[in-house]
């Protein structure tokens, strides 16, 4: 199975900073077929982009999506209270699904 | 998107079985949709542990879980349902059903299982 690794375990930033994370697979993901996800403490994962760049119905633009191959990286810029959460990436280009182990966004 | 409704918390004791739905509030599955269990152990990441295409029928198993996973779906009442077996400690998690398209979306709220003696 493709095993994601996600980096940084843990990003300590600001309102109003922009945050980089990192999903890097084990093999290359098909077609780019890769997803993010937000979850709060307590909630559901919630889908922010799929297919690598595409932004889920009403997420923001200031999430962004890259990546092609075995690298993949989640932008936010303009860090808002809301967006501090674990942010995971998930694969579906060969099976079985796999997620990454999750980037924990906090505030510094 | 329709959103998935879960049934409540369960405890059950190591070895027993446990049976979960999820509804899809609609009222009906999309002939294009299919559901996938999720699961994620307290302070860990997340889990996929198979799926249904209900119009189908066609199920899809992660390896891990294969031999005691059972997952079904009644389209009569747009329901999808997990049955773990074998439970033990390691099975305590909280498992989502979530609508899939290769991606997750949407969620439902989560249902919580405790493996406890």
């Known amino acids: 199975e493709i095993v994601l690794t996600q980096s940084p375990d843990t990003l300590s930033l600001s309102p109003g900073e922009r945050a980089t994370l990192f999903c890097r697979a084990s093999?290359?993901?098909?077609?780019?077929?890769l997803a993010w996800y937000q979850q709060k403490l307590g909630q559901a994962p919630r889908l922010l982009m799929f297919d690598a760049s595409i932004r889920a119905a009403g997420i923001p633009d200031r999430f962004s999506g890259s990546g092609s191959g075995s690298d993949f990286t989640l932008t936010i810029t303009n860090l808002e209270p809301a967006d501090f959460a674990v942010y995971y990436c998930q694969q579906y280009g060969t099976p079985p699904l796999t997620f990454g182990g999750g980037t924990k966004v906090e505030i510094k | 998107q329709v959103p998935l409704v879960q049934s409540g918390a369960e405890v059950k004791t190591p070895g027993s079985s446990v049976t979960l739905s999820c509804k899809a509030s609609g009222g009906t599955f999309s002939t294009r949709n299919s559901v996938s269990w999720v699961r994620q152990a307290p302070g860990q990441g997340l889990e996929w542990m198979g799926g249904?295409?209900?119009?189908?029928?066609?199920?899809t198993i992660a390896q891990r879980f294969q031999g005691r996973l059972t997952i079904t779906a009644d389209t009569s009442t747009a329901t999808a349902y997990l049955e773990l077996s074998s439970l033990t400690f390691e099975d305590t998690a909280m498992y989502f059903c979530a609508g899939d398209q290769n991606w997750f979306d949407p969620w439902g709220q989560g249902t919580l299982v405790t493996v406890s003696s």
């Open positions: 093999q290359t993901v098909r077609s780019g077929n």
């Open positions: 249904i295409t209900p119009s189908l029928g066609f199920v």
